[in-house]
């Protein structure tokens, strides 16, 4: 797959936008995690922001689906993914190291810019972080029975008990 690299400053200072989308290649420490797991091709859109903080900013956002394992029935639950961040630009790590994060916007991230800046793994990037950790159906149907209601045929009761003696 051929990798969209572009002068992240540039953008930033022509207020430019760029669109496209990325099929995501490397899921496997999160298959890990769910096998069952897959992701849509993420649409993102890239727009440049100026300065914020006298610093060179562009806003990233992104849109897709992933398909994960219900937490509770184990069959597939689509998660829409959907997140928009302001990113503040600076040259180097030291730099980026420098920048006291502001508290007020929690959507906002400092990244090391590039002038062959990796869309691909930025747009990945946004979507790992974006992705919950457990999914459940709305209101799935196969809720385990209530333990107080029949705590005698639980079959995960003795499990417990037996977890418990090597704790
Ligand atoms: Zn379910």
Not at 48 to 70: D, T
Not at 76 to 92: C, D, G, R
Request: proline share 7%; charged share 25%.
């Amino acid at each position: 797959m051929s990798t969209l690299t572009i002068d992240i400053f540039e953008l930033a200072r022509s207020c430019q936008t760029l669109e496209g989308e990325v099929i995501l290649e490397d899921l496997g420490p999160l298959r890990e995690r769910d096998p069952q797991l897959t992701v849509s091709p993420i649409k993102f859109v890239a727009t440049g922001l100026g300065s914020i903080r006298q610093y060179p900013a562009v806003s990233l956002s992104i849109e897709g689906e992933a398909q994960m394992s219900c937490a509770t029935c184990n069959r597939l639950v689509s998660v829409p993914l959907a997140h928009e961040l302001t990113f503040i630009l600076t040259k180097s790590e030291a730099e980026a190291d420098s920048i006291p994060l502001d508290e007020d916007e929690e959507d906002q991230d400092v990244i090391v810019g590039s002038t062959t800046f990796d869309v691909n793994a930025w747009v990945e990037e946004e979507v790992l972080l974006t992705l919950p950790m457990v999914a459940r159906h709305d209101d799935c149907h196969y809720e385990p029975e209530p333990e107080e209601e029949a705590p005698k045929n639980n079959p995960f009761a003795g499990l417990a008990d037996a977890l418990k003696k090597h704790s």
